[in-house]
Antibody, heavy 118, light 105 residues
């Protein structure tokens, strides 16, 4: 059974750095072709893709947010970490991690709501 | 960056109706197009991939068509469980989602 779960702060202040952890089970991020992505969804808006890390440590970022994002993995712990710097109220959203296989998000976490407010 | 535009943004329908949602890409994405269904408070759920292939467990009343830049999702005979928001996603280059179509009663 494949599961993913996001964890991290529910509230961050403007200008702070957000660190989110995705802990997964049921698959390995050392398997060829597998990736884990971060996707966010502001309230009542569409999902927005943020970042991707592949089994071979190849990383990709949304061009519009690239300067603020860092994605890393710890294969032994089955974790992927996303950091986003200089948080702003417009970054308030539910943040999801998802497994990527052949470009598709076939398994998602339940999501973590992050509110940015002073 | 590839932009995805969905229409309509909201669609009012009844049980038993045939529903069509359109998705346009700002440049050709070949057949690298997927559709997701999302219900309130839940993560999106994969419905179709590579334009027209059904994901595991998805009923055959869902179908997809198109190529290049124009794509459609069709639901024949809308069921009560189908009232939700639908998103297209291109995965030709990383990923981009459309703005969504809410199917409501």
């Amino acid at each position: 059974q494949i599961t993913l779960k996001e964890s991290g702060p529910t509230l961050v202040k403007p200008t702070q750095t957000l660190t989110l952890t995705c802990t997964f089970s049921g698959f390995s991020l050392s398997t060829t072709g597998v990736g884990v992505d971060w996707i966010r969804q502001p309230p009542r808006k569409a999902p927005e893709w943020l970042a991707l890390i592949y089994w071979d440590d190849d990383k990709r970022y949304s061009p519009s947010l690239k300067s603020r994002l860092t994605i890393t993995k710890d294969t032994s712990k089955n974790q992927v970490v996303l950091t986003m710097t200089n948080m702003d109220p417009v970054d308030t959203a539910t943040y999801y991690c998802a497994r990527r296989l052949k470009g598709l998000f076939d398994y998602w976490g339940q999501g973590a709501l992050v509110t940015v407010s002073a | 960056e590839i932009q995805m535009t969905q229409s309509p943004s909201t669609l009012s329908a009844s049980v038993g109706d045939r529903v069509t949602i359109t998705c346009r890409a700002s440049q050709s994405i070949g057949s690298w197009l997927a559709w997701y269904q999302q219900k309130p408070g839940k993560a999106p759920n994969l419905l179709l991939y590579k334009v027209s292939s059904l994901a595991t467990g998805v009923p055959s009343r869902f179908s997809g068509s198109g190529s290049g830049t124009e794509f459609t999702l069709t639901i024949t005979s809308l069921q009560p469980d189908d009232f939700a928001t639908y998103y297209c996603q291109q995965y030709n280059t990383y990923s981009t989602f459309g703005g969504g179509t809410k199917v409501e009663i």
